[in-house]
């Protein structure tokens, strides 16, 4: 297994000019020399220090290294890998793929011919470190991604269960499954913030795999134990996610191999995704024919594809926080969400409030026949072993 941190020592070269592409480096700490002989003379290319890369021209086109690198003192640098930049690439706009590996190439020939077997050495063209312009973001992005497949590697993704209450049973129905991720430095990291970058390359893949592992070993568990009725676990899916792999056919994998009782995986699909309205409907019949249920998520955010709802035959539809938050300040907001919860069971399916948090937005809701309640109100998000926990000793009563 490669390790996401190097450490150079001062004066350890990092890689000669002529080396296969192997990796890009982000500094941490310390200084990297980058060089380029010319006529058997050693000229600095640039300095570079914490928080720059370096190495990544090679990675675009996959061409040998056209400098040396070199740490100037002890030095750690993170190691990003090739299928990181190269999957970006792949998927950039082709024209700004095609701009950028012709500028590419043009700096490497004007490297050769500026410099030429007589370069002067000048340091004209040496690049400061700090001097990232732009990029920042960019870098900030890919150290992100760097550290998020370490996580996942190291399994130092956590998965917490915010509970879903029936208002009629009054009883915890289910939970929604979300993920964290407890960040050395930072502490603990929002999915708001880790999952679209994760979404901008395949990453999201193996996080949701993770995911679906995690939830089915835990309704396994609970079968195991004897709990009656399992609770629904909902977890949320990405459109990358469906995209890439058959969500289905691993989900059903993996439900088989956990023993998961049928009908207690339910997958969360965003309301962006509905505009596609083939493609969801085909991936409902194909849940349903699997006992896999589906819900509609973040209903009522803007992309409500109201004509084509009947279409759609979800379970469940989410309410988002935003409408439950203003409907008691608002009366034209509760009649909007009075309409919702109306349509949607005249739909068949199931309603759950997202976000509710006070007590009496929850007697609003109750009043309105809104069956399912989720938000801080009822629970926070907690770990498995509080929800084992918690199952275990209804049990037990
Ligand atoms: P979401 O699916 O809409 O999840 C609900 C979010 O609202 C969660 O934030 C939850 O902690 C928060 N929340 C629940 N009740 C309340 C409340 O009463 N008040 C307030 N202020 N917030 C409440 P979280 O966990 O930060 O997740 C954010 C988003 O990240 C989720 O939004 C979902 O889109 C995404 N996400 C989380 N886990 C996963 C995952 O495993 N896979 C994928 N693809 N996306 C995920
Ligand atoms: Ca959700
Ligand atoms: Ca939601």
Not at 34 to 60: H, R, Y
Not at 233 to 242: D, E, K, P
Request: proline share 4%; hydrophobic share 45%; aromatic share 4%.
């Amino acid at each position: 297994m490669p390790t996401l941190r190097r450490e150079f020592k001062a004066d350890e070269l990092v890689f000669r000019e002529g080396d296969p592409p192997t990796s890009a480096y982000l500094i941490e700490s310390g200084a990297v020399e980058v060089s380029s002989t010319q006529a058997g003379e050693k000229l600095v290319l640039a300095v570079l220090g914490a928080g720059d890369l370096f190495g990544e021209m090679a990675l675009i086109d996959l061409a040998p290294r056209t400098a040396t690198a070199r740490a100037v003192r002890d030095t750690v640098a993170m190691e990003i890998g090739p299928d990181q930049i190269q999957e970006r690439l792949a998927n950039a706009d082709p024209i700004i793929r095609a701009l950028l590996r012709s500028q590419l190439s043009r700096y490497r020939s004007a490297l050769t011919k500026f410099l030429g077997p007589n370069g002067d050495g000048s340091q004209r063209d040496v690049v400061e470190h700090g001097d990232r312009g732009d990029d920042g973001a960019a870098i900030n992005k890919i150290r992100l991604e760097a550290e998020l497949k370490e996580a996942l590697r190291q399994r130092a993704l956590e998965i917490r269960y915010q509970p879903i209450y029936d208002l009629r049973q009054e009883r915890i129905a289910g939970y929604e499954a979300l993920i964290r991720w407890t960040h050395a430095q930072r502490g603990a990291v929002s999915p708001a913030e880790f999952i679209p970058v994760a979404e901008e390359t395949s990453l999201i893949v193996p996080i949701g795999t993770y995911v679906l592992e995690e939830v089915s070993s835990l309704l396994g568990q609970l079968a195991r134990e004897k709990v009656d009725p399992v609770p629904v676990i909902a977890v949320n899916v990405s459109g990358r996610q469906l995209e890439e792999g058959d969500i289905v056919t691993e989900l059903t994998e993996i439900a088989t191999r956990y023993k998961v009782p049928r009908g207690s995986i339910k997958v969360e699909v965003t309301e962006s995704l509905t505009l596609d309205v083939p493609r969801v409907s085909d991936l409902i019949a194909r849940c349903h024919a699997a006992d896999i249920l589906v819900a509609l998520d973040d209903f009522g955010t803007g992309y409500s594809n109201l004509g084509q709802l009947h279409n759609l035959h979800f379970d469940t539809v989410k309410l988002d926080h935003g409408l439950v938050w203003q409907m008691l300040d608002d009366p034209r907001c509760l009649a909007i969400v009075r309409a919702i919860v109306a349509m949607v069971h005249a739909l068949g399916a199931d309603l759950v409030a997202e976000g509710v948090e006070t007590g009496a937005q929850l007697a609003a809701l109750r009043d309105m026949g809104c069956r399912y309640a989720q938000g801080y109100l009822i629970g926070r998000p907690a770990g498995r072993e509080a929800l084992l926990e918690s199952h275990l000793a209804a049990k037990a009563r």
